[in-house]
């Protein structure tokens, strides 16, 4: 069973859209260029070929990118959840927020909380505005991911 840390559930969305932001921009300066060459060499019509090749890539990772896009951002708002569930632990339990570490990267019934040496089973509520921890013992090993 693998266990997360704070930093990674803030940090686990952000290099997808690094890598999907430098595709979508070289391919633009790429359809940038090839429109330029079609222009300086307007007898040589394999410019205008890449060009319309690139124009069509761009639209194309535009278009899987606007829906990966809106699936990154429920995913960002359930991490959201999940990333003050494990500040108000911390809080409330009076350790650091490092020290709190879960089993899922999402908020929902039934998340193990590491606290320690101690492991807890979180019991949420039908709204999921309160929980109750429940101390727990576990059988498998565990990983963490910090």
């Known amino acids: 069973m693998t266990f997360y840390g704070i930093n990674y559930l803030q940090n686990q969305h952000g290099i997808n859209q690094v890598v999907r932001f430098?595709?979508?921009?070289?391919?633009?300066v790429a359809l940038v260029a090839f429109f330029v060459l079609y222009l300086r060499?307007?007898?040589k019509t394999k410019y205008r070929d890449l060009g319309i090749i690139a124009?069509?890539?761009v639209v194309l990772v535009l278009g899987s990118g606007f829906t990966q896009f809106q699936?990154?951002?429920t995913a960002s708002a359930k991490s959201e959840q999940m990333v003050s569930f494990v500040q108000h632990v911390a809080k409330e339990r009076h350790v650091s927020e490092n020290d709190v570490l879960v089993n899922s990267k999402y908020l929902n019934q039934d998340v193990i909380v590491k606290i320690g040496d101690k492991y807890y089973?979180?019991?949420l509520n039908t709204d999921y505005t309160a929980y109750k921890l429940t101390e727990t013992h576990m059988l498998a090993d565990v990983k963490e991911e910090k």
């Not at 430098?22 to 391919?27: E, G, M, P, R, S």
């Open 22 to 28: 430098v595709i979508i921009i070289a391919l633009c």
């Open 41 to 43: 060499h307007r007898l």
């Open 71 to 73: 699936q990154s951002e």
């Open 55 to 57: 124009l069509l890539l």
């Open 121 to 123: 089973t979180v019991n």
